[in-house]
């Protein structure tokens, strides 16, 4: 069997719930960020990205917010699907820097 | 091609042997990036090459682990005298430029377990 994430916080959500899955990242030289879905067996894939720049971000179904003053990320994701089951990761970096750091991911349950 | 390839799916070595991991990056992608997955949960970075050169090799165990991306052939990691704390997966990644916010692809990941 599968042996994941042992200490992987889970959101268990009804079909159709809106989620809202939070990140807080420790590098206050970060200026862009990303949140990342990954199914299991399978590697990250990108949902949404966000510029520091800005507080929020809007893509189909799902928004990025941000909060720099207190370094926090959110990303909630509009009426729940059995699809959107997986890990979500956030993930940093900063201008001058292509390396990501990756946040600990939140485990995305949808009940049907 | 149009994803990124990663070989083998699994790989077990005994403690002390070697591992070796093979990425073949999108065509036309310039920029590899290697990523540890420990635990199904923690990533941590450990390479990455602009074409065959190092860009950043900042996260890479000084000792044991080595990566290539040579011309013409898939990029490689390899572990030598794996220890059981490798045990993970070992993602690799492709962007077309090296700007911040070009996307990054990732393959499926292999599956290291060291016994």
């Known amino acids: 069997g599968e042996n994941v994430g042992l200490h992987l916080p889970t959101l268990s959500v009804q079909e159709g719930d809106n989620s809202i899955i939070n990140c807080a990242y420790s590098?206050?030289?970060?200026?862009?960020f990303i949140w990342y879905k990954q199914e299991s067996g399978k590697g990250p894939q990108f949902i949404i990205d966000?510029?520091?720049?800005?507080d929020k971000r809007q893509g189909q179904r799902v928004t990025v917010l941000l909060n720099k003053t207190v370094k926090h990320l959110s990303l909630q994701i509009a009426a729940t699907q059995p699809g959107d089951s997986a890990v979500y990761f956030c993930?940093?970096?900063?201008?001058?820097?292509?390396?990501?750091?990756f946040g600990s991911g939140t485990r995305l349950q949808v009940q049907p | 091609g149009e994803e990124v390839a990663q070989t083998p799916k699994h790989l077990v070595r005994g403690e002390g042997q070697k591992a070796k991991l093979y990425c073949a990056p999108i065509?036309?992608?310039?920029?590899v990036f290697w990523y540890q997955q420990v635990l199904k949960n923690e990533f941590k970075f450990l390479i990455s090459?602009?074409?065959?050169?190092?860009?950043?090799e900042t996260g890479m165990p000084k000792e044991r682990f080595s990566a290539k991306c040579l011309p013409n052939s898939p990029c490689s990691l390899e572990i030598q005298a794996t220890k059981l704390e490798d045990s993970a997966v070992y993602f690799c990644?492709?962007?077309?430029?090296?700007?911040?916010?070009?996307?990054?692809?990732f393959g499926s990941g292999t599956q290291l377990s060291v016994l």
């Open positions: 990644a492709s962007s077309q430029g090296k700007g911040v916010e070009e996307k990054l692809f």
């Open positions: 590098n206050s030289a970060s200026d862009y």
């Open positions: 966000i510029r520091s720049n800005m």
């Open positions: 993930a940093e970096t900063y201008t001058g820097r292509r390396a990501l750091t």
């Open positions: 065509k036309g992608h310039s920029y």
């Open positions: 090459f602009q074409n065959e050169n190092v860009f950043d």
